[in-house]
C-alpha cells in the first residue's frame, strides 16, 4: 500500500483520513482543511490510496455483497490506524454502527469490524470528543446557520460539537434554524429516484436557512451541501455553502459550493 | 375455524423454532402472569390531591371537593344552576349514591339512561392521581351507558378511594372483585374529538361536561 | 380497498400540489409533533419505559402460541368467543357468519385499522348490512368514501369546508338542511345523526389496542367516547384485533399505556381507556349478550420468523409517520394503502408483496426520525433497508439503478484504476460549469437537476492533489 504521509511527532495519534468519495471528487479543499485540523491538534495523519467509497450507496440500496466487499476494503486500508476519521456522518456513520451489523454472522470478521467501529469518527466530533480541542484558530466574518445530518444528530448523537468550535471562530455569528432535527431531502439514491418530494424538502430548509437570516450555511456532510446549495442556486438564492471543516481550519477563502464567476 | 386456529398457532412456533412451550416454561409464563410485576411507575412530586385536580382541569373537566357526603345534592343543584342544565338526573344505584337525600327541585330517576338523558350521576370505584382519571366499573347497579350518553355527567369519588396509578387500581380491583367487571372505564376528561382540522372540539359522542365531586 | 401503492410516485407528486393537503400537513409539526415533544420533556422516565416496552413485547413475541392460548381460555371462561382467522378472507367470514346468526341488520364501528386492514366495511355491506362508522374521521371518510390517511387521525387531510359539504350532502335527508361552517356545530350535528345508529345498532364492532392475557380483556383507547358506545349499546360487540395485539398482565398495559397518548397526540392519557372482558354478566345493568374476538393473523407470524419481527411491538401510535419528513409532504394517501408512513412502508409489502408496494421501502431518506420518536423503539430505517435487500435479491429494483450501482462499486472495488477515471472526469466537470458554477441539466443525472443544479466541483480530486502535494515535499 502507498501511503503520503505527514509527521508530527511519532508517538502522537496516528490518523488515517478516511476522504470520502464525495470529497475526493468534489470538494478536495474539504479534505485539506480536516487535514489541517487533525494535525493542529496533534495527530499524525496519513491517507491511504486503497480508499475510494465506504459502500453505504450499496448498502441502502439492498446490494449487501457489494456493501459488504467495500467494507472488507476499508477495513484492510484503515485497520492499522489508531483512529479512522473523516469529514463526513453519514460515511462515518455506515462504518461506525453499520459495518458490525453487515457482518454480524461473519465469526470471522465481526471482531475486526468492531474493532474499526469503536475507533472511526466524525472529524469535528473526533477533534472536540476525543482530542479535547475546545477552540480553533480561524475567523470568518459571516452570520451562519449550522445543518445537522441525520447521520450526525441522530446515528452518531452529534450536536454540541460544532457549535462548541464554531464558537470559537472569531467573527462568526451562529443563528439558529427552524427544525434542524429535519432531513434536508437528499438521503443518497432518494434524491434521485424520488426527485420532487426531495425538490420539496429541500425547498423547505432553504426557507428555514433564509429565515435564519444566516448569509452562509454550513454542515458537516457534503451529500446535504450538495442538495442544499444546488437547491438554493435553483431558486437563486445568494446564501453561501461551505463544509463546517472548512471554516474551521480557516480555508474557507476558496468559492463556495456551486458558486460561479459572476 | 378450528383449522385456522391450530394454523396460525402451528406457524408461529415454527417463527419462533420450537415446538410447543414445555410445562415448567409454561408454569413459568404463568407464573409471571399470576405476579403481575409493576412496570415502570414515574415519580410525581405533587399532592396526589392536587395532582388528580390539575389533571382533571387541564383536561376541562370541573372539581370540587367536599368535606361530607351531605353536601353533594347540594353541590349537584349549584352545579346545575350554574350550566343552566336540566335539574333531572339519571343516577346509577350506587349504594354510595342510595345514602343521598334530594331536595324536591331535583327529578332523579334510578337508570338505565336512555338516549335523551342529559345529566347523570355515578360514583366511580376509584380514582388515579397521576393521570387525574377516574375509573367506572359496570355491574349490577352501574350501567355503563350512563357514562357515555348524558350531556353532563357527574362523578362523585370518596377521597378515600383516590389512588395513586393505574396500576394501584388494578389491586383494589383484584382486591374488590374475583373476576375482571365486564367494562372498566378510566375517563379522564369530557369526550373531545381533534378531527376536523385537528383543533379540539368538546363532546364528539361522549359526555360534554365532566364534574368531579371528590367527598371527604 | 383497492391498493395503488405502486402508483406511489404518480400519488406523490399530486399531493404535493395540493394545496389543503399541505396546509393540513404543516400543522403536523405544530400539532402532533410538538404534543410529543412536550410530554417527553415532562416525563424523565420516558427513555427507561421505551426500553422496558420494548423488553416486554419482545418477552411476548417470545411467547406469543402460550399468551395467545392464555388470552384464549380467559375470554372463555368470561363467556366471550375466540375465532380465529388466518387471512382477511376468513377474518370477513367469520364476521359476517356472526352478524348472519345475530339476525342484525345494522352494524356500527369504532375505529379499528385492523378493521380496515381486512376490508371490513365493504364487505358487511356486500353481505348486506347496513354499517356506520362511529369516529368522526372515520366517519367522514366513509361519507367521502376514502381511505384513512393517517392511523391515529384518518380524516387528517380533510378541511372544514369539505366535511361541511359532506354532512350537507348526507344529512340533508335526515333533517339536517343547513351548511354548517363552524367546527362545533359540525362535530354537533355528527353527533346527533351518529346517535340515532349507536341506539338502533345491533352489532358493534371494535379493535383492540391491546389484548390482556391474564384477563382475557380488549383494551380500547379513545377521545370521543365511540369506541365505548359501540362496546355497551349493541347486543353484540365484535372484537376484531390481531395476534400481536396481545400483552402478558394489566400491568404491562399499563406501561404501554403510559407511551401511546404520548406518543400519538401528546396527552398523558386520553379521555377514554376502557378495558372490556367478555359479555354482560347476568346480573350486569347493560353492555351487549354476545361478545366474539376474532383473532388475524395476516402475515404477522410470516414476520415473526423473520428479520422484521421488531414490526409487531408497534402500538400504532402514528409518531413515526407524525415525524417522517416524507409523509409530511405527502400525506398518506400516496402510499396507497391503509397504512402509510414509515410503518406502512414495512407493513404494505409484507401485507400486499413487494410487487405492488415496492416502492414503499425507497421513498424514504433512512433520516432515522421516526425510530428515535417509536414508543417500542422499532428500528424503522433498518427495516425498510432489510426490505430494500430483498427487492435487491428479488431483482425487482429498477434495473438502471442497479446497474449504475453495480459499476460504481466496480470501480469503487478498483482504488487505482478509479484514481484513473475519476480525475479527468472532474476536472472536465469542472472546466465545463466553472463560469456559471453549476448545472441546470446533466446526462444521466436528471433526477437531480430535475429540481436543483448540480454544482460544479473543484476540478481535481483530493487523492490527485494530495499525492502532488507529497512529491512536492519529498
Ligand atoms: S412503528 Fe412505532 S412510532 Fe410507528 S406507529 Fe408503530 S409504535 Fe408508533
Redesign the interface.
Known sequence: MTT???TNTADSPHVGLF?T?L???????V??AAVKLLQQAGCRVT?P?????C?Q????????R?AR??AV?VLNAFEEFDYIVGPSASCLGTIRCHYP?MFADDTGLLPRFEALSSKSYELVSFLVDVLGVEAVEAGFDHCVTYHDS??AL??LGIKSQPRKLLASVSGLQLNESQ?T???C??????????????????A?KVASVEASGADTLLSGDLGCL??L???M??EGKPTRVYHIAEVLANMAD??S?????? | ??A??E???A???????RG??GKA??AE??E??AR?????E??FSEPPQQRFRQ?LEA?EASFVALDTLAEVAAEVERYLDASAAPKRLVT??DELLRALEWPESIELRV??AK?DDKVSLTAAHCGIAE???LLLV????????L???PDYHIVVLRADQLLL???DA?DSLRASFT?????????????????????V?Y?????RYLHVILVG | MQPHSRHF?AN??AA?REPNLQA?LK?L?L??VAGRQRCYEA???FE??RD?AKD?LDHTL?????????YEARVIE?GGKL????TPL?ARE?VIRICRDAEAKTVIRGKSMVGEEIGINDALEAAGFEVTE????EY?LQLAKEPPSHIV????H???DE?SDLFLEHHRDLGFTRRQTE??A???E??QV???K??AADVGITGANFLI?????NVIVT????G??T???PRVQIVTAA?DKVV?????A??L??LLARSA?GQ??????????????K?????PVEYHVV?I?NHR??M???ELRPMLRCIRCGACMNHC??YG??GGHAYGWIYPGPMGSVLTPIMLGLDEAGHLP????????C??VCPVKIPLP?LL?????????QRQ?SSL??VA??L??W???R?RL??ML?WPA?SLLSRLG?????F?RMPF?S??T?????????G????V???QQ?RG?K
Not at chain 1, 434524491?191 to 426531495?198: A, L
Not at chain 3, 375465532?83 to 388466518?86: I, K, P, Q
Not at chain 3, 387521525?153 to 387528517?156: E, G, L, M, Y
Request: with cysteine; charged share 25%.
Open positions: 503520503a504521509e505527514t476522504v468519495c470529497v475526493d471528487l468534489y470538494r478536495p479543499s479534505g485539506f491517507v490510496q486503497a480508499q475510494t467509497c459502500g450507496p450499496a448498502f441502502n440500496s439492498g446490494d449487501d457489494h466487499q467495500l476494503q451489523e441525520c447521520s441522530r446515528e427544525g432535527d429535519i432531513c431531502g437528499f438521503g443518497g439514491t432518494f434524491c434521485v429516484k424520488y426527485p420532487e418530494i426531495s425538490g420539496r424538502m429541500a423547505d450538495l442538495n446549495a444546488g437547491k442556486r435553483r476558496c468559492k459550493i456551486g458558486e460561479g464567476d459572476d | 375455524m378450528s385456522a386456529r394454523q396460525v398457532l406457524r408461529i412456533r415454527s417463527a419462533l423454532g410447543e412451550l416454561q409454561l409464563l404463568r409471571r402472569i403481575h410485576p409493576r412496570q415502570i414515574p415519580a389533571k383536561a346509577s344505584g337508570w338505565p338516549g393521570t387525574g382519571s359496570s355491574g349490577e347497579q352501574n350501567p355503563t351507558s357514562n357515555f350518553l396509578r393505574m396500576e388494578w373476576q375482571m367487571p365486564r367494562t372498566v372505564n378510566f375517563i379522564s376528561g369530557p369526550s373531545k374529538t381533534a378531527d376536523v382540522e385537528q383543533t372540539e363532546g364528539a359522542h361522549g359526555p | 410516485k406523490a407528486e404535493l393540513a400543522q409539526e400539532g402532533f416525563l424523565p422516565e427507561s419505559l422496558r416486554i417470545d411467547n406469543l402460541d402460550a399468551y395467545l392460548l392464555e368470561s375465532h380465529w382467522a388466518s376468513e367469520i362511529t369516529d368522526l374521521g367522514i387521525a384518518p380524516a387528517i380533510k378541511t372544514k366535511i367546527r362545533s359540525l362535530v354537533n355528527a353527533r351518529l346517535r340515532g349507536f341506539l392475557a391474564e384477563t382475557g380483556s377521545n370521543e367516547g365511540n365505548d358506545l362496546s355497551t349499546l395476534i402478558p398482565t394489566l400491568e404491562d399499563s406501561l399505556l403510559r397526540t398523558d392519557i386520553t379521555a377514554y381507556t376502557t378495558f372490556t372482558t367478555g359479555p354482560r354478566r346480573q350486569d345493568a347493560d353492555g383473532l393473523d407470524s410470516e415473526l420468523g423473520s419528513p416524507v409532504r405527502i425507497n421513498a424514504c431518506t433512512l433520516n432515522g426520525r425510530e428515535t433498518r433497508r432489510s426490505l430494500r435487500s430483498r427487492q435487491h435479491l429494483n439503478a442497479r450501482l453495480s460504481w462499486t470501480v469503487a472495488l482504488p478509479y484514481q475519476t472532474m466553472l463560469k456559471r458554477g453549476g441546470r443525472a433526477g437531480w430535475r429540481v436543483r443544479d448540480l454544482p460544479t466541483p473543484q481535481s480530486t483530493f487523492q492533489l494530495w499525492q507529497q515535499r
